[in-house]
């Protein structure tokens, strides 16, 4: 359309061109007159035949005529600027797309487009370029030969044929479908397309927007809109954030407009003069930690309200002491100077809460409460919640109960509680499986439902929980969030616990969620993918059901001889009263099996500059009072209260912190990885003595933790941070990959000193998807050995594998790994920009040092992704004396011509150097870094 084009003139020349083929049509039916003349037809049949056929042709062009003025009205588009979105990159005049006239250009260029770009009109009528794929990217060496990288059949089939015109329609609205075409009509669809639903409407809600509008809404405009293929046959142009290097986690987001984060105020600088006291209630919570990764991970800007700092800390494993005696818990305090502030100390509370054996686990009367409605269509959440859930079933047995309550519209029971042997978790299974998403969301009514339920099955001395999976889109029924916090505090209150697990973007109510679990004696998980609902259903199943301790609080009364000002960082929304810490009461967080809690205040000790927090005019009515101190070397006493899971009177535990406060540098990895958490934290909430802090201090902090990584939670953190700040990280070197240096000699190791890193004779390889028939497996092997040597294995199609069943047969990998299921995810190809639905085959490690680790095999991957997705096996070549010897990381190894036959332990292997343990004589595991080279 163009802007300046005034409507009646636009109607005036739609009568003309009506009235030009009206005329037409009475030419052609004198034409006919004509003939039926020359064959002697009647008179009056050929002047009644004709009258009727005018006046036919007449009521049809009105009522076109009219159709066509009404639909233009109603869906046209107000005049406004034009609408860009260019999707090229370097040209002189980039392409892009124009709002037309949908009446007149709709279907013009369908036909004949060629070059460097090809339209594609979607359902909104307007033009959009799409850029030819780039060209194929270096191809990795594992690769045998160049491989073409699969394209999507709806864009193949554009450069094979023109697209017709499918569902053109009248007037000037949006028009258009999914099916055998690409809608480009302007109208309602009348081709053999059909309307696309909630994303067609989408797409035409956000055509209609200003660039401003489609800003505000969370919208990228300009040359990061790509092409979403949402579904089968069907493009769509969305929003999307910028691509982001590396690989990503869980699903693109494809905005936050209604997401929902409740106020978060952070706690001040305070004198322990005016205020020794610091009372709060413990967070296990983990979901604002997960959350915030999606949002960074997709290139989002994340709101400071999203950030609650003690969640992003909780969310990693600590190695802290466990309990010795009776007790549910340990706590430590450590005090250590602060990383960012050198002349400031950072003290850090710690609790333990007591392991117990999956074995061991007491009875679970447990009920799914399941959110189907329209908001859980997203394959990010529905889809993924199921296969979440199947991964906890698989945790459960014959002890344990089980119920499913779902709610839309209105709740219902897809499964009454029910035993799981054998039958029952069948039930249970088939009972998941069959949930789909459709209708408005009344949770309130669901959870009335599920609590309910799980009173009538109580076990005394068990667990008893409610658990909730939503995306907290809460828009019928008992919607305000006081009603549903009181709903589940009275189900705490007869013994039913509450944890919510958050699923899917654009709508997450994160403020709702977070605060139903606060006050139901529950956890908050947040899941962005698969990988992250194995941690939480598998890894902490028995942490997120046990619980070992309710309403624990704590207490820290500061000493001003000690601490000229303090603050609390984090733990926003979880301040207590004074008073609370002694009322038994008031509600507070719960510890589970297993779980750690860290906290950190920042103190400011004596003789160093106060934080400018502004002045307050000296009072005029009363003196200062006089300040005095009882003479103590404690900097801090931390109290903590805590009850049993079926008691009502809690317990006290008190404990000193005293001594010098040691080097940040020295306090343990655990503490120095978890202050650059908090960091980075304060760095997302943008505090202000924090602000201009570069991001490479976190990771400067952060990076020599990663040593003690098994679960790779710390090395992707550090990477995130990394791009996040748009840096590159250096090259990982040995001293930063282990703890403090070990002085050589050092007794009962002094055997290492001679001992030196020469090769890294580590194998690449990577087991590619091959087929999949049934459910059934023929992955193939390929790998690459230093030499590059080229190693390849299979599985041949007459043999493939079923669920548990071992590979390879024969060969260097023989029985190496076992098959154990398939997965299947959303995936955005950085090549492309293009999200599709990916197949995943899991397969765990059989080897001995390996035994339980799990890789995955994408269907369709391009060769030049393969090395990004490779695995290794690490091997060193190490020589003593005029010795070598090959040893595999994490294996045991003996030094060659050592008589004493001691053994140490290989614990990492990299191109830069070794890390290895071995016993001192005293008993105590040492760690001793070795450079490649190095040694001497």
């Known amino acids: ?527 962005d993918g698969d990988h992250e609902a194995r941690r939480v259903f598998l890894q902490k199943l028995t942490g997120t059901l046990v619980t070992i301790a309710k309403d624990v609080k704590i207490q820290v009364e500061f000493n001003p001889g000690k601490v000229q000002a303090y603050r609390l960082i984090g733990y926003a929304n979880r301040i207590l009263r004074h008073e609370d810490f002694n009322n038994d009461k008031v509600d507070a967080g719960d510890i589970g099996a297993g779980h750690t809690v860290t906290a950190f205040y920042e103190i400011v000790p004596p003789g160093v500059a106060m934080p400018d927090t502004g002045k307050v005019d000296g009072l005029r009515y009363q003196k200062p009072a006089e300040k005095e101190t009882v003479a103590s070397d404690d900097w801090l006493t931390l109290k903590l209260r805590y009850k049993h899971p079926e008691g009502e009177v809690s317990s006290l535990i008190e404990s000193p912190l005293k001594g010098e406060p040691q080097p940040w540098e020295k306090a343990g990895h655990d503490f120095r990885f978890a202050s650059a958490v908090a960091l980075f934290g304060m760095k997302l909430r943008q505090m202000s003595d924090v602000s201009d802090m570069p991001w490479q201090k976190v990771v400067e902090i952060a990076r020599p933790a990663v040593a003690d990584d098994p679960r790779e939670q710390r090395s992707e953190f550090v990477e995130m941070v990394a791009r996040h700040g748009r840096f590159p990280l250096p090259p990982v070197m040995a001293e930063e990959a282990a703890p403090a240096p070990i002085p050589m000699p050092v007794a009962g190791v002094d055997a290492l000193a001679g001992l030196r890193y020469l090769n890294d004779e580590s194998i690449m390889w990577y087991v590619q998807f091959g087929l999949e028939s049934g459910g059934k497996w023929a992955p193939r092997f390929i790998g690459l050995t230093p030499s590059k040597k080229k190693l390849q294995n299979r599985v041949s199609a007459v043999e493939m594998l079923s669920l548990g069943d071992t590979f390879f047969r024969e060969g260097e990998f023989a029985n190496r790994f076992k098959f154990t299921g398939f997965e299947e995810r959303e995936l955005r190809s950085e090549r492309t920009g293009l999200t599709q639905r990916v197949k995943i085959a899991i397969y765990e490690d059989l080897k001995p040092n390996k035994a339980g680790a799990k890789y995955e095999s994408q269907a369709g991957l391009p060769d030049a992704e393969l090395e990004s997705k490779a695995y290794y096996d690490r091997s060193a070549v190490l020589k003593s004396g005029d010795q070598e010897v090959l040893v595999e990381e994490q294996t045991m190894f003996k030094l060659p011509g050592d008589p004493s036959g001691k053994e140490y332990l290989l614990k990492k292997v990299t191109p830069q150097g070794i890390v290895v343990e071995a016993k001192a004589a005293d008993g105590k595991v040492v760690t001793v870094e070795i450079p490649k080279g190095g040694g001497e």
Request: charged share 25%.
């Open 1 to 527: 359309m163009n802007p300046s084009e005034d409507p009646n003139d636009r109607l005036l020349d739609s009568l003309l061109r009506e009235q030009a083929r009206r005329g037409a049509d009475e030419e052609l039916l004198q034409a006919i007159d004509a003939r039926l003349d020359a064959g002697k037809v009647p008179a009056h049949r050929r002047r009644r035949s004709s009258r009727a056929m005018i006046w036919s042709a007449a009521a049809a062009a009105v009522v076109v005529l009219s159709v066509g003025v009404i639909t233009w009205q109603t869906y046209r588009l107000p005049d406004r600027p034009e609408l860009v979105m260019d999707g090229s990159v370097a040209l002189s005049e980039p392409p892009m797309a124009k709002l037309r006239d949908p009446a007149v250009e709709a279907h013009m260029r369908m036909a004949d487009e060629s070059g460097s770009a090809r339209r594609i009109a979607s359902s909104s009528s307007a033009e959009f370029l799409l850029p030819d794929v780039a060209p194929a990217a270096p191809a990795s060496p594992l690769a045998e030969a160049p491989i073409e990288e699969a394209i999507p059949q709806e864009i193949a089939a554009l450069d094979a044929a023109p697209a017709p015109a499918a569902g053109l329609g009248l007037g000037g609205g949006a028009g258009g479908g999914r099916g055998r075409g690409i809608g480009t009509g302007s109208g309602p669809a009348s081709g053999p397309g059909r309307q696309g639903g909630l994303a067609e409407k989408e797409t035409i809600r956000r055509a209609r927007l200003t660039p401003e509008e489609l800003k505000a809404s969370g919208a990228h405009v300009g040359a990061d809109a790509v092409l979403d293929k949402s579904g089968p046959n069907e493009l769509s142009l969305v929003p999307s954030a910028p691509p982001v290097p590396g690989k990503g986690k869980g699903v693109k987001d494809d905005g936050m407009a209604r997401e929902n984060y409740g106020r978060l105020v952070d706690q001040p600088w305070k004198s322990p003069w005016q205020d020794a006291l610091s009372t709060f209630s413990i967070d296990v919570d983990t979901a604002s930690y997960t959350n915030v990764r999606r949002m960074l991970l997709d290139g989002r800007t994340v709101p400071a309200d999203a950030v609650r700092i003690e969640e992003l800390v909780n969310y990693f494993d600590y190695r802290y002491e466990g309990p010795k005696g009776d007790g549910p818990f340990a706590v430590h305090g450590t005090l250590a100077t602060c990383p960012w502030k050198p002349q400031h100390l950072l003290a850090r509370v710690a609790i333990k809460g007591r392991e117990i054996d999956a074995k061991a686990r007491p009875a679970s009367n447990l009920v799914f409460l399941i959110d189907v409605s329209g908001s859980m269509q997203d394959p990010a959440k529905l889809p993924l919640l199921k296969r979440s859930m199947r991964i906890l079933l698989d945790q459960l047995d014959e002890r344990d109960r089980l119920g499913i309550v779902v709610y839309a519209g209105s709740e219902g029971v897809v499964l009454e509680p029910t035993t799981l042997d054998e039958r029952g978790l069948s039930a249970a299974i088939q009972a998941l499986e069959k949930l789909e998403a459709g209708g408005s969301t009344n949770g309130g009514a669901g959870i009335k439902r599920a609590y309910e339920m799980a009173a009538k099955h109580l076990v005394a001395g068990g667990v008893n929980r409610v658990i909730l999976a939503t995306d907290g889109d809460f828009n019928v029924g008992t919607t305000g969030q006081g009603d549903l916090v009181k709903l589940v505090k009275e189900g705490a209150a007869k013994g039913m616990s509450l944890s919510v697990v958050g699923f899917g973007t654009g709508n997450l109510n994160d403020a709702m969620l977070e605060a139903i679990t606060n006050d139901g004696n529950g956890n908050y998980f947040y899941i």
